[in-house]
Nanobody, 120 residues
């Protein structure tokens, strides 16, 4: 099995910064795509950013220029640096990874989520 454990959430004032981490562990052959999603109360879970195994990154328009996704392949860890936070960034942030436990067979895994609250 594979586990994803997020950390780094918390309460911050508008304009502040947080850095989220998500570490994958377990029986891992390789990790293809790693993503961050977020879900605000009463809303759908939305993609925030993703990064491929070769480091190509995508950021949603709502966070472009403020958030940066990165990964450490050796540690099977993905990060989300969040700057200039706004109250509308308040949500539970979830890590997601596409993992191969054997060659050519990929499965998707989710972390448990970490709360980010931005006060005005």
């Amino acid at each position: 099995q594979v586990q994803l454990v997020e950390s780094g959430g918390g309460l911050v004032q508008a304009g502040g910064s947080l850095r989220l981490s998500c570490a994958a562990s377990g029986s891992i052959f390789s990790i293809n795509l790693m993503r961050w999603y977020r879900q605000a109360p009463g809303k759908e879970r939305d993609l925030v950013a993703h990064i491929t195994s070769d480091g190509s990154a995508y950021h949603a328009d709502s966070v472009k220029g403020r958030f940066t996704i990165s990964r450490d392949g050796a540690k099977n860890t993905v990060y989300l640096q969040m700057n200039s936070l706004k109250p509308e960034d308040t949500a539970v942030y979830y890590c997601n990874a596409v993992v191969a436990q054997v060659v050519g067979r990929y499965s998707m895994y989710w972390g448990q989520g970490t709360q980010v609250t931005v006060s005005s």
